[in-house]
């Protein structure tokens, strides 16, 4: 499937759900890591808020790049942020959605004001 960049210049997000480690199967409790870099993934809820409406969107980052002083409500900013669809079909049913994957997050602090 194809790997969609997201251009989040123009979005606030704010952060919904802090970051836990993100569980591969369920049944066995296997820790999903990235295939490339072996590094553990963390998964976050943020809420996304663009062109006057907003979307809860569930974030995949690599623990190395879980920036520090993340608090629910703050808003972050995230790097390389991609979408890629997904589908699958178990017990006969299909399903589908957008799996969203960055770099990294952090803490969006304001500019100083200069005076």
């Known amino acids: 499937m194809r790997v969609i960049p997201v251009d989040t210049s ?7 759900k802090l970051p836990e480690v993100k569980v591969r199967d369920r049944q066995s409790g296997e820790v999903a890591v990235d295939p490339v870099t072996n590094d ?12 006057g409406g907003s ?5 995949t980052v690599p623990e190395k790049g879980i920036g520090e002083g993340l608090a629910m ?3 972050v ?5 991609t979408a890629r669809p997904w589908e699958s079909e178990f017990g006969g049913r299909t399903r589908h959605g957008i799996a969203y994957r960055a770099d990294a997050v952090m803490v969006d602090t304001p500019a100083a004001v200069q005076g």
């Not at 123009?10 to 919904?16: G, I, Y």
């Not at 993934?41 to 663009?50: G, N, Q, S």
């Open 10 to 16: 123009s979005a606030t997000l704010l952060v919904t």
């Open 40 to 51: 553990r993934l963390m998964v976050m809820e943020l809420v996304f808020i663009a062109q």
């Open 55 to 59: 979307d809860m969107i569930k974030v």
């Open 73 to 75: 409500g703050a808003p």
């Open 77 to 81: 900013f995230l790097s390389g942020l």
